[in-house]
């Protein structure tokens, strides 16, 4: 098993209501983290998993909420936010010996930054409300590979989505999901070449609820 140490510390600050910015650095050391690796042979892949010796991962998250009638009268209904974290990580790989690829790498799976932002609309009456989100992870390692072999890498994929709710007559509310409307394509990649690459495809839902 792996075991891991957490430290973090804080500052919020609270412009008024509905809004927040703040700031934060984390670090985490880890024993005996475990990772995913690839080892090729003549046929088929083989994906498995193993123990390095120790890692450190660490890194600083941004957060702000702003409430855009405060910029102007017109914008009361708006609001944006995001937050982002950036951070980078250090693994021991003694343990692995003269089999891998890289002696110094990330951790597998680790990005080195995450950003998610959006805009809601939701005016007084509560009745009608609209969220656009977007995410975004940073290029990161899919397995780590053994010699010759270079890493095997997930690259950087945008994510879009869209969240309507909306009133119609009497009891009756309609919403609207529209999920992956990029359609980004995911891509594995391994030393310049696409290993393997998909789309998911965009999905649409519309709905009705009624309350008495």
């Given at each position: 098993?792996?075991?891991?140490r957490?430290?973090?510390?804080?500052?919020e600050?609270?412009p008024?209501?509905?809004?927040?910015?703040?700031?934060?650095?984390?670090?985490k050391?880890?024993?005996d983290p475990i990772?995913?690796?690839?080892?090729?042979?003549?046929?088929?892949?083989?994906?498995?998993?193993?123990?390095?010796?120790?890692?450190?991962?660490y890194?600083v998250?941004l957060?702000?909420?702003?409430r855009?009638g405060?910029?102007?009268?017109?914008?009361?209904?708006?609001?944006?936010?995001t937050?982002?974290t950036l951070?980078?990580?250090e693994?021991?790989?003694?343990t692995?010996?003269a089999g891998?690829?890289?002696a110094?790498?990330?951790?597998v799976?680790?990005?080195p930054?995450?950003?998610n932002?959006?805009?809601?609309?939701?005016?007084?009456?509560?009745a009608?409300n609209?969220t656009?989100l977007?995410n975004?992870v940073?290029r990161?390692?899919?397995?780590?590979?053994?010699?010759?072999?270079?890493?095997?890498?997930?690259?950087?994929?945008?994510v879009?989505?869209l969240?309507?709710?909306?009133?119609?007559?009497?009891g009756l509310?309609g919403?609207l999901?529209?999920?992956?409307?990029?359609?980004a394509p995911y891509?594995?990649?391994?030393?310049?070449?696409v290993?393997?690459?998909?789309?998911a495809?965009?999905?649409f839902?519309l709905g009705?609820?009624?309350?008495?």
């Amino acid at each position: 098993r792996s075991l891991i140490r957490n430290a973090d510390v804080r500052w919020e600050w609270y412009p008024s209501v509905g809004e927040i910015v703040s700031v934060a650095a984390f670090g985490k050391q880890f024993a005996d983290p475990i990772e995913r690796v690839f080892r090729g042979t003549s046929g088929t892949r083989i994906t498995t998993f193993q123990n390095a010796r120790g890692a450190l991962n660490y890194g600083v998250e941004l957060e702000a909420r702003k409430r855009l009638g405060t910029v102007s009268d017109a914008l009361a209904a708006w609001t944006a936010f995001t937050n982002a974290t950036l951070m980078t990580s250090e693994i021991d790989l003694s343990t692995v010996g003269a089999g891998a690829t890289n002696a110094e790498r990330a951790m597998v799976g680790q990005a080195p930054y995450v950003v998610n932002a959006g805009l809601a609309f939701a005016p007084g009456d509560g009745a009608t409300n609209a969220t656009l989100l977007y995410n975004v992870v940073g290029r990161r390692i899919f397995a780590a590979s053994l010699f010759p072999l270079p890493d095997v890498y997930e690259e950087a994929r945008h994510v879009l989505d869209l969240s309507v709710r909306f009133p119609l007559r009497g009891g009756l509310a309609g919403k609207l999901d529209a999920r992956n409307l990029l359609d980004a394509p995911y891509e594995v990649t391994q030393g310049g070449v696409v290993r393997e690459r998909h789309r998911a495809g965009r999905s649409f839902s519309l709905g009705l609820t009624w309350r008495p």
